[in-house]
């Protein structure tokens, strides 16, 4: 068995970004499903800072942090694949500024569609629309955010593309209708293998997500 596995949890958008940064480099993994209610022994000790997922663990040693790990699998095994990450070190700031912007705001705003009512819901979609919005003047008419290349602001950003249906159905809002150019990037990722054979099932993910709100009481 290959030396590299991977601690996951199939609808996290964060896991996403591992599995696609893999299978564009063409690594060959375990995959191990965790119980995010009941954690495992090894999840734990691989992780034991934050006990989340993913965690990847190579030769024994377990990197954390999705965007960490998806500059680790780029620099590991940089001998493979495309590079993941822009050559020129201004871009590749750049690239990392972004990144870190889509993990303040996304999952965050999403999250807050869904499980807040009333006002605190508009006021949730509408951040979530600007921020979008503003995504969208990052990309500006390139094919990706790398510009011809799919890469690392790409990898980040559409693991989230499987929840676009959620926060649609749950905001009342279309994505398509508010920020057109995102959408058609998505329909472009989408195009890529690494993506397509990656990404769940929005309709599925949907489900899961009513099973969350049912758990925490949410109407």
Known sequence: MTGVKLLDFWASPFGLRVRISLAEKGVEYEYKEENLAEKSELLVSANPVYKKIPVLIHD???????????QYIDEAWSDKGPALLPKDPYERAQ???WADFVDKKMYDCGTRIWKSKGEAKEEAKKEF?????????VLGDKPFFGG????????SLIPFACWFYSYETEGSFSIEEACPKISEWVKRCKE?????????????????LLFLKKRFGIE
């Not at 024994?60 to 998806?70: A, Y």
């Not at 011809?148 to 990898?155: A, E, M, S």
Request: glycine share 4%; proline share 6%.
């Open 60 to 70: 024994g040693k377990p990197v954390c942090e999705s965007l960490i790990i998806v």
């Open 148 to 155: 011809d290349v799919f890469g690392y602001l790409d990898i």
């Open 129 to 137: 629309i600007d921020n979008m919005k503003l995504l969208e003047t």
């Open 95 to 97: 690239a990392r500024f």
């Open 192 to 208: 890529r293998e690494s993506v397509s054979k990656s990404l769940p099932d929005p309709h599925k993910v949907h489900e899961f």
